[in-house]
């Protein structure tokens, strides 16, 4: 009987309660801290704000329009945390971080309900601290929240087919509801894709599946009814435009070609994964090759669950990074088994090259980081040189040391406890040193607040090329603002600053003259390096 195994519960409750700590603390320091980073956290932010400034928590809005590109369920939890914590940062980023460790708990209870405790708790910190997901629990966006319910339905629908388990499969009928409430089909689309290829898998190549009979009509119907009444409310209120802008544009489009101009090649997704899994991507491929090797109901299931959505999106023609961040709890629960096997077993052989490979690939990023910046003469990024220096004797020290202990004390628990360690003091040094040096460089919050001061009730603000009008838009509160940055945009321009209305405009500094060229009467009321604010009275 391993040490583990000897355990008491008060022990493992102690370990949970520390570990669940910790997550919350990760994504909760500093999280009010700093203005909004254009684009996606303005524009999630100004249609909260517009909720209220139009008392439609129905129908989405942005810039005073109808804006049909996402459903609601994280604007009103946005929304709610606003009522409670006023309209600001921390409240818009607030459901993001609680639905970050909603994730890594749902995450906890699958990798234990699969391979045991210690797995399960692995599973948890290999989610919560991955570079990526720190990132996106931290931000007033919508992935989180995406992800926690697509990880129910995803593994709670595996775990009903598996075992027939009605509670089970009513929470994954919830969560791939809640999903669609979140961003549409692909929260049950993607689910349904990995359980239907894990059954074929199984079925076909290894011979073995017998699906347990569950209630499937009653399921569909409420998930057609809790996931699908908004989306036909928007039709009935909004009609042809709702069906064409959500359906056509904002979601089949999005797959079959690049959305707003976010294409990638289709091995996009694999630099995103090994940098955005970090540090627990030195475990993934050898939890790929046992499970593999494995080939037991469960590996299989994990495999697909992986494999499938980043086949997926990598065959569609819009990529971000943060659309792959839906397969970090499979993976987390694959490198969960590993590490978990090998702490209750004491077995270090299955660590080894691992650890080896981490604090090596960490020298390696580091150097690299510094010779680009130093090469590129990227000023602005020099500058921030001195904290990211503090941040490579943060992460490279606490690499080196975790493989150290870890072989001379023979204890593998240290490697998940160390790297969990390391990356609290990666937050630290983020939220601390680096962010607070590039606030200076955002500009927007700032002039916004200027330009709201001279605004008047008839007054327009307007914005041309000029990066941060998703800012501009969110942080002033003066109706909708003009934005001038297409060529057929810009020809409304001359009208604009020649009309009756007085209008503060931020222009890109070249602008200036050629308006002056025009004869259109504008001056300066301030110049800044990157944009000046102009007015035509």
């Not at 909720?51 to 329009?65: G, P």
């Not at 009814?225 to 544009?249: D, I, M, S």
């Not at 606490?398 to 870890?406: P, V, W």
Request: hydrophobic share 55%.
């Amino acid at each position: 009987m391993t040490s583990y195994e000897r355990a008491s519960p008060i022990a493992i409750a102690a370990i949970r309660a520390g570990a669940l700590a910790l997550v919350a603390s990760l994504y909760l320091l500093g999280l009010g801290n700093g203005s909004l980073w254009d684009n996606s956290e303005p524009t999630y932010g100004e249609v909260v704000k517009e909720m209220f400034r139009l008392h439609d928590w129905i129908s989405l809005h942005y810039n005073y329009a109808p804006w049909y590109i996402h459903p609601p369920l994280w604007a009103w939890a946005a929304g709610v945390a606003s009522i409670v914590f006023g309209l600001n940062e921390f409240s818009l980023r607030l459901p993001s971080a609680v639905f970050g460790v909603l994730g890594v708990i749902a995450t906890y209870a699958a990798g234990r309900r699969l391979y045991g405790e210690a797995a399960g708790i692995v599973s948890g910190l290999a989610l919560a601290t991955s570079l990526e997901y720190i990132v996106l629990a931290r931000l007033a966006i919508l992935d989180t929240t995406l992800i926690f319910f697509m990880t129910l339905a995803t593994l709670w629908g595996y775990f009903a087919l598996r075992d027939g388990d009605r509670r089970a499969f009513w929470i994954a009928i919830a969560g791939a509801a809640l999903g669609t409430m979140t961003k549409g089909p692909v929260a049950f689309v993607v689910p349904v894709m990995v359980l239907a290829a894990w059954y074929l898998i199984e079925r076909i190549w290894l011979g073995r599946t017998e699906v347990a009979r569950l209630p499937w009509l009653a399921g569909i119907i409420v998930f057609v009814l809790l996931g699908g009444w908004w989306f036909a409310l928007q039709a009935t209120l909004h009609g042809a435009p709702f069906v064409q802008e959500y359906l056509g544009r904002s979601t089949f489009s999005r797959y079959l070609t690049p959305f707003e101009n976010q294409p990638g090649p289709f091995y996009y997704y694999i630099p995103i994964l090994l940098l955005g899994f970090f540090p627990y991507v030195a475990f993934l491929p050898k939890a790929i090759k046992e499970a593999w090797r494995e080939r037991s109901g469960d590996a299989v299931f994990l495999l697909c669950a992986a494999g499938a959505p980043f086949a997926f999106f990598s065959s569609a023609q819009t990529k971000l990074p943060n659309y792959i961040a839906i397969i970090f709890p499979a993976i987390s629960i694959l490198v969960g088994g590993l590490v978990g096997r090998a702490i209750e077993r004491n077995d270090l052989r299955t660590l080894r090259g691992a650890l080896l490979m981490l604090p090596l690939t960490l020298v390696l990023l580091t150097i690299g980081i510094v010779i680009y910046v130093q090469t590129q003469r990227l000023g602005e990024i020099a500058q921030l040189l001195p904290p990211l220096n503090l941040l490579g004797w943060v992460v490279v020290p606490a690499a080196l040391l975790t493989f150290a202990l870890t072989i001379t004390l023979r204890r593998a628990w240290i490697a998940p406890l160390g790297l969990t360690l390391m990356m609290a003091g990666v937050v630290g040094v983020l939220v601390l040193a680096i962010l607070p040096g590039l606030e200076s460089r955002k500009p927007m919050k700032a002039m916004a607040h200027h330009i709201q001061s001279l605004w008047r009730p008839g007054d327009k603000i307007a914005i041309t090329g000029v990066h941060g009008g998703f800012s501009l838009l969110f942080y002033t509160d003066a109706g909708p603002i003009y934005f001038l940055r297409t060529e057929t945009e810009r020809a409304n321009a001359d009208a604009l600053l020649k009309g009756d209305a007085r209008v503060y405009a931020l222009i890109v500094p070249y602008e200036y003259a050629d308006l002056r060229a025009r004869k259109i009467p504008v001056r300066i009321l301030e110049r800044q390096p990157t944009m000046w604010l102009i007015t035509n009275r």
